[in-house]
């Protein structure tokens, strides 16, 4: 089946510091790929869609200078966090749609867990 | 506007008995609608989905939801929890447009033996 992975699962870094996280779609290509935020004991909220080879689409009230997303290749989205502050740790997850298959199904990462000191 | 709201944020159960997890959706047309479980430090795996054809929808590891328009609801349930059901699981709806997902708060389900 379709598998998405991401890399780190975890991370810990220092306030002002950027980090960078990959959301790969293994076995298959993905024009789209979807970032979420998952806060504590909430729900998932889409941060931003990324489409390969242009520039991503954010939600309203989200950053887009503080969380760049680059999606370069059909199997490969990044979001960096800049300046990360102890207010951006949380649980990223990112998603895939499998190109040409329809807009019915997201097949999810693990999901990474970003800690900021 | 699209959104989903899942009723009860714990559900416990014992191994064999049935499972019921509520979700209850707004959408200004016709929706389509999934369940998706998280297992720890797990990706989400979808679980079964609607997308306006049959109502009554089977998806893996015995789940299935009905889709009632009538309740905007497309409850979740299992007619015997095994211990490895025990997850967390969201509720869905996809907007209109298509690259939205909006998810519900989600339901911990812990299985007793």
């Known amino acids: 089946g379709a598998v998405v992975s991401q890399h780190p699962s975890r991370v810990i870094c220092k306030s002002g510091t950027s980090v960078k996280i990959e959301c790969r779609s293994l076995?298959?290509?993905?024009?789209?790929m979807f970032w979420y935020r998952q806060f504590p004991k909430k729900s998932l909220m889409l941060m931003a869609t990324s489409n390969e080879g242009s520039k991503a689409t954010y939600e309203q009230g989200v950053e887009k200078d503080k969380f760049l997303i680059n999606h370069a290749s059909l199997t490969l989205s990044t979001l960096t966090v800049t300046s990360a502050h102890p207010e951006d740790s949380s649980f990223y997850i990112c998603?895939?749609?499998?190109?040409?298959?329809?807009?019915?199904?997201?097949?999810f990462g693990p999901g990474t867990r970003l800690t900021v000191l | 506007a699209q959104s989903v709201t899942q009723l009860d944020s714990h559900v416990s159960v014992s191994e064999g008995t049935p499972v019921l997890l509520r979700c209850n959706y707004s959408?200004?047309?016709?929706?389509?609608l999934f369940w998706y479980v998280q297992h720890p430090n797990k990706g989400l795996q979808l679980l079964l989905k609607y997308t306006s054809a049959a109502t009554l929808v089977k998806g893996i590891n015995g789940f299935e939801a009905e889709f009632k328009k009538s309740e905007t609801s497309f409850h979740l349930t299992k007619p015997s929890a095994h211990m490895s059901d025990a997850a967390e699981y969201f509720c869905v709806v996809r907007g209109y447009n298509f690259n939205k997902f909006y998810f519900g708060s989600g339901t911990k389900l812990n299985v007793k033996p």
């Open positions: 076995d298959f290509q993905a024009t789209t």
């Open positions: 959408s200004s047309y016709s929706p389509s």
């Open positions: 998603s895939a749609r499998e190109e040409g298959k329809g807009h019915n199904e997201q097949f």
